[in-house]
C-alpha cells in the first residue's frame, strides 16, 4: 500500500466550476502538507502548504488538512483555463521535511 | 525565477549504459533531493546531499548513486541503465536539510528516455 494515494483523474470541469482534490496518507509521522502544481514537461511548483492541521486559503485556493482521518483536501474556487494542470500532493515528516512523499497527481482540465 | 537549473534537458540511451544528470542548485542552497518521475506517476524520492554527504535514500538500488560538489552542485548517475529507468528525473534544492517546504525549490527535471 501507497504511503499517499490520490485519485488520477482525469479531472475536467467547465471554467468557473469549484474543483475539489483529494489525499489520503497512512503515515501518522506527516507534518507537512503541501500542494504542487505541475504543468507538462515541468517541475512542480508549490502552490500551497500546511503545517498540521487546519485550513489555509490563498486567493482562489484552499487546502485543508484532516489529521484525524489522515485526509487533505484542496479546493480551487472559480477555476481558469490556466488551472489546468496536474496537481500533485505531498508530505514530509518533521524531522525530514524537505524529503517529500508525493500522490500520484491528479490531472486537471478547466474548459473555457 | 527558482534558480535551480539541470542538465540536459533531454536524452536518450540505451540500455546497459551509464547516465550522468547534472543539477545546479540555487545560490545559498545547500542541500539537494532527487526525484524520479515516471510518466503519469508522483515524484518519488531517490536521495538526498547535505553539505556534500548522502542525507537519506529511498528504496532505489546501488546503481543508483551521487555526488555533491562543494559548490553544491548535484549529480545523479546511473548504471546498468533498464528501460524502467526512463522517466523525469528532478532535483530540488533547499537550505538545509530540515527546511521546510518552502525554501525547497525544484528544477524543470531532466527526461531520461532508455530505449
Known amino acids: 500500500q501507497k504511503e499517499v494515494e490520490q485519485d488520477p483523474g482525469p479531472l475536467s470541469v467547465p471554467e468557473g466550476a469549484i474543483v475539489s482534490l483529494n489525499c489520503t496518507y497512512s503515515?501518522?509521522?506527516?507534518?507537512?502538507f503541501m500542494w504542487y502544481r505541475q504543468y507538462s514537461r515541468k517541475g512542480p511548483e508549490l502552490l500551497m502548504y500546511t503545517y498540521s492541521s487546519g485550513n489555509k486559503e490563498d486567493g482562489r485556493f484552499t487546502a485543508q488538512v484532516d489529521k484525524s482521518s489522515k485526509y487533505i483536501s484542496l479546493f480551487i474556487r472559480d477555476s481558469q483555463p490556466s488551472d489546468s494542470a496536474t496537481y500533485l500532493c505531498a508530505m514530509s515528516g518533521e524531522t525530514s521535511a524537505s524529503r517529500l512523499t508525493f500522490g500520484e497527481g491528479t490531472q486537471l482540465t478547466v474548459n473555457p | 525565477e527558482t534558480g535551480v537549473t539541470q542538465s540536459p534537458t533531454h536524452l536518450i540511451k540505451t540500455r546497459g549504459q551509464q547516465v550522468t544528470l547534472r543539477c545546479s542548485s540555487q545560490s545559498g542552497h545547500n542541500t539537494v533531493s532527487w526525484y524520479q518521475q515516471a510518466l503519469g506517476q508522483g515524484p518519488q524520492f531517490i536521495f538526498q546531499y547535505y553539505r556534500e554527504e548522502e542525507n537519506g535514500r529511498g528504496n532505489f538500488p546501488p546503481r543508483f548513486s551521487g555526488l555533491q560538489f562543494p559548490n553544491y552542485s548535484s549529480e545523479l548517475n546511473v548504471n546498468a541503465l533498464e528501460l524502467d529507468d526512463s522517466a523525469l528525473y528532478l532535483c530540488a534544492s533547499s537550505l538545509g536539510a530540515g527546511t521546510g517546504p518552502l525554501e525547497q525549490y525544484f528544477g524543470p527535471g531532466t527526461r531520461l528516455t532508455v530505449t
Open positions: 503515515n501518522s509521522a506527516f507534518q507537512y
